[in-house]
Nanobody, 128 residues
Framework: QVQLVESGGGSVQAGGSLRLSCVAS????????MAWFRQAPGKKREGVAA???????TYANSVKGRFTVFADNAKNTLYLQMISLKPDDTSMYYC??????????????????????WGQGTQVTVSS
């Protein structure tokens, strides 16, 4: 099992940047797919980006070119660098993990049902 704790959320103006962090603890010496999801009030939770243990990344079309997911394995930390933020990016952002797997792997489609471990979330608010 893994435990996930996010940080780095906040309030920014449109066009601004934020970096979210997610520290993983527990059974981290195995292959997990790590991902960021977000959920705004009244909306479904949606996948934002994912990264496998081999560094392969996947992004939602709505954030491609603006968000970058990366990991520092030595620190057991997942990051989401967000630039050119828009008011539509306002959401609670969650870190999630799927696995463990026998090899580097990420489920296709960024579906929340594939991820069994979740952090508590960090709020991102973008004002126009």
């Amino acid at each position: 099992q893994v435990q996930l704790v996010e940080s780095g959320g906040g309030s920014v103006q449109a066009g601004g940047s934020l970096r979210l962090s997610c520290v993983a603890s527990g059974d981290t010496d195995r292959h997990y797919c790590m991902a960021w999801f977000r959920q705004a009030p009244g909306k479904k939770r949606e996948g934002v980006a994912a990264i496998g243990s081999d560094g392969t990344t996947t992004y939602a079309n709505s954030v491609k070119g603006r968000f970058t997911v990366f990991a520092d394995n030595a620190k057991n930390t997942l990051y989401l660098q967000m630039i050119s933020l828009k008011p539509d990016d306002t959401s609670m952002y969650y870190c999630a993990a799927a696995g463990p797997y026998w090899r580097a792997y990420c489920p296709r489609g960024l579906s929340s049902t594939d991820f069994g471990y979740w952090g508590q979330g960090t709020q991102v608010t973008v004002s126009s």
